[in-house]
């Protein structure tokens, strides 16, 4: 079965890099990846990408290039987050309140279709804007 690895694990600082790895795939499977969060106002945000595994069935965002037919294509290691786009035209993506993350939530799906294939694995990841014992004080 196929699993996301997230480095930092479950949560990292918005402007922290962010690894992202699928394991458990196929030899040289096609798959399309999503990423998807909801602003403070309930506004969804996409991005996708296609991607094809490894020979040992390891998709490293790292490594592995995205195929054109995405929202973006190329070596981008970070491409599923600043790709983001709101479904609702001319929707900006803006943060109001730093105590609250950001919730991506990462999905992989079989194939290169139009329509999402069959979801092989997803996984959430929060981003924080603020570290761990950090406060934040109003003036």
């Not at 930092?8 to 196929?26: M, N, Y």
């Not at 106002?41 to 490594?63: C, I, N, P, S, V």
């Not at 109001?96 to 069959?118: I, N, S």
Request: net charge neutral.
């Amino acid at each position: 079965a196929a699993t996301i690895r997230f480095s930092p694990a479950a949560r990292s600082l918005f402007d922290e890099p962010l690894a992202i790895a699928v394991q458990g795939l196929g030899p040289r499977q096609q798959v399309t990846l999503r990423a998807s969060l909801r602003d403070e106002a309930g506004e969804l945000f996409e991005a996708r990408a296609r991607y094809q595994a490894a020979e040992d069935g390891e998709l490293d965002l790292a490594r592995c290039p995205a195929l054109p037919g995405g929202s973006f294509s190329g070596l981008e290691p970070m491409g599923l987050l600043w790709a983001l786009q709101p479904l609702r035209p001319f929707w900006r993506l803006v943060k109001k309140d730093v105590r609250t993350p950001f919730r991506l939530q990462l999905e992989v799906f079989e194939g290169h279709g139009d329509g999402p294939g069959q979801l092989l694995a997803q996984a959430p990841h929060e981003r924080v804007f603020l570290r761990d014992g950090v406060r934040r004080v109003p003036v």
